[in-house]
């Protein structure tokens, strides 16, 4: 089985400040995650992925993630929020080597205040 | 660079009718999904294609069938459409689907059953 969880619904963090979007995932074997950002009336982009080596990601647009297996984390950070970040963000997990597809978090609404 | 098109955008429907949602990628990815996304609910997969003549059933698909027409086309069919239908319904494809390769999603289709 696999699973993801993202604990809020809504975040809201003040411009320049520093972000944390949360995500915790439950799988069977060693997980392959992913980041997703959604903009209004828009698709999802990747924004960045973990499948091995480093714990820390970096990806687009200044996001990072840090992959921890103890805590079965993988939180979305960005060291000085934007008011462009402002979308809704979407946590991914799979299992490699499985055939099971991709399964996707609830989503968190992230909001920077200007 | 077009990525993922589908059509329509938007469609209004009354209960029992039928449509077919379109979708296509210029991507030559080997592998297409559809995903409906409700409030609080993140995406749910309905059915998937790993590659050009297979299709398989994901977490919900009762209700839709799904036809592969080529490498390129995915399209999605809803028979007789009811009101827990309304949702927005989202393509994606990607190179592999048991790889670690991002998905690539289209704008959405915005449908509404009365």
């Known amino acids: 089985a696999q699973s993801v969880a993202q604990p809020e619904d809504q975040v809201n963090v003040a411009e320049g400040n520093p972000l944390t979007v949360k995500c915790t995932y439950s799988v069977s074997g060693n997980p392959y995650l992913f980041w997703y950002v959604q903009y209004p009336n828009r698709g999802l982009q990747f924004l960045l992925k973990y499948i091995t080596g480093d714990n820390l990601v970096k990806g687009s647009y200044g996001f990072e993630a840090e992959f921890n297996k103890s805590q079965t984390s993988f939180h979305l950070k960005k060291p000085s929020a934007l008011v462009s970040d402002s979308a809704l963000y979407f946590c991914?997990?799979?299992?490699?080597?499985?055939?099971?597809?991709?399964?996707f978090g609830s989503g968190t609404q992230l909001t920077v205040l200007p | 660079n077009a990525g993922v098109t589908q059509t329509p955008k938007f469609q209004v429907l009354k209960t029992g009718q039928s449509m077919t949602l379109q979708c296509a990628q210029d991507m030559n990815h080997n592998s297409m999904y559809w995903y409906r996304q409700d409030p609080g609910m993140g995406l749910r997969l309905i059915y998937y294609s790993a590659s050009e003549g297979t299709t398989d059933k994901g977490e919900v698909p009762n209700g839709y069938n799904v036809s592969r027409l080529n490498k390129r086309e995915f399209s999605l069919r809803l028979e007789s459409a009811a009101p827990s239908q309304t949702s927005v319904y989202f393509c994606?494809?990607?190179?592999?689907?048991?790889?670690?390769?991002?998905?690539?999603f289209g704008d959405g289709t915005r449908l509404s059953i009365l």
């Open positions: 991914a997990v799979r299992v490699s080597g499985s055939a099971r597809q991709l399964t």
């Open positions: 994606a494809s990607s190179e592999e689907g048991v790889s670690n390769q991002p998905q690539h």
